[in-house]
C-alpha cells in the first residue's frame, strides 16, 4: 500500500488478513487492511473511532460467500461507522434484478454510527430510491453533523454520478470548518481532491481506480481511470492538511479478473498525532 508521509506523523498500515495475487469472478480472498491514522488536534474523545472503508462493490445477481465472511468480520469486529464510497451495483442500467443482492449485502453491514454512502457512476441517479429504503443513510451531495462519544464528526458527501456534478455551488455551500470538529469527506473520484482540498477536511475517502484491478508484480496499475498519478490509485496519501484514502475496492468492473490487486476493506482507526 502506497503511503506518503509528513513531516510530523506517518500512518501505520497492518494487513490484518493477507489477500490473494488472483481473483477470477468472486472477491473470494479479500484483504482487510488497517490504518492507523494520525489526526491532527483530533478530540480525544474521538480517538480510537474505528470507520470501516467499503467501495466498488459492482454487485451483480449472484451471491458470494465472501459477502457472508465479510459480514461475519464486520460483526466480529463491528466498526463504529461504515463509510461506502460508490458504485453499489455493476449495471446501471439493469439495476432491477441486482436489487435483492444490494438489499442483502446492506442490511447484513452493523455499525454504532450507521451506515452512509454516496453514489457512484455506475450506480446512476436512479438507484437512489432504493438506497434510501435499506438500512444505508445516503448523504450524495449533502451534508451532516454525527454525534460521536459526546463529540461531533462532520460528513459529507460529493453529489452526483459524475465528475461533473460537482459543481462550484455545492462547494461554496458547505461553512467554513470549524477548528477541532472532525471532518470527513466521502468522494467516488480520487482526483476531485484538487478541489475538494479546499474544504479542508481532516479525511477524504474514495474509490472509482480499483487499484488498477489488473496489475503487475509489485501493484503498478495498467489501467487507473484517473486523472492523478498511478501511484494514487490506491493507499494512503497526503494533501495539505488533509489525508486522501484511496480503496482498491471490493468488487470487479467489465473484467472479472484482479491480478496483483486483490478486493480490499480498509479499517482506519484514528489516532492522536
Known amino acids: 500500500m502506497n503511503v506518503l508521509q509528513d513531516e510530523t506523523s506517518e500512518p501505520r498500515i497492518e494487513i490484518v488478513r493477507p489477500g ?16 492507523a491514522l494520525p489526526i491532527e488536534n483530533l478530540s480525544p474523545k474521538l480517538a480510537g473511532l474505528r470507520i470501516l472503508h467499503l467501495a466498488d462493490l459492482h454487485l451483480k445477481t449472484h451471491w458470494w460467500p465472501a459477502y457472508d465472511e465479510l459480514h461475519r468480520m464486520v460483526g466480529e469486529n463491528r466498526p463504529d461507522l461504515i463509510l461506502c464510497t460508490g458504485d453499489f451495483v455493476e449495471h446501471k442500467w439493469m439495476r432491477k434484478p441486482t436489487l435483492p443482492v444490494l438489499q442483502r449485502f446492506i442490511d447484513g453491514l452493523t455499525a454504532r454510527l450507521g451506515v452512509w ?11 437512489a430510491p432504493n438506497l434510501m429504503t435499506y438500512r444505508l443513510h445516503l448523504l450524495n451531495g449533502a451534508r451532516t453533523l454525527l454525534e460521536a462519544n459526546e463529540d461531533v464528526i ?4 460529493m453529489p452526483g454520478v459524475y465528475r461533473g456534478d460537482l459543481d462550484d455551488e455545492f462547494l461554496h455551500s458547505i461553512p467554513p470548518r470549524q477548528e477541532g470538529r472532525l471532518r470527513i469527506v466521502m468522494q467516488h473520484y480520487p482526483d476531485q481532491i484538487k478541489r475538494t482540498g479546499q474544504l479542508q477536511s481532516d479525511l477524504v475517502l474514495a474509490g472509482h481506480t480499483h487499484g488498477g484491478q489488473v496489475c503487475l508484480p509489485g501493484g503498478y496499475p495498467l489501467m487507473k481511470h484517473d486523472s492523478l498519478p498511478a501511484r494514487f490509485c490506491q493507499g494512503v496519501h497526503r494533501f495539505g492538511s488533509t489525508w486522501l484514502i484511496v480503496s482498491r475496492g471490493f468488487g470487479f468492473s467489465s473484467l472479472p479478473i484482479r491480478t496483483f490487486c486483490p478486493s480490499q476493506v480498509m479499517e482506519i482507526v484514528l489516532i492522536n498525532t
Open 20 to 35: 490473494r495475487w488472483l481473483q477470477v469472478g468472486s472477491p473470494a480472498g479479500f484483504e482487510w487492511a488497517r490504518v
Open 117 to 127: 454512502g454516496i453514489l457512484g457512476n455506475h450506480d446512476g441517479d436512479l438507484l
Open 154 to 157: 462532520e460528513l459529507i458527501g
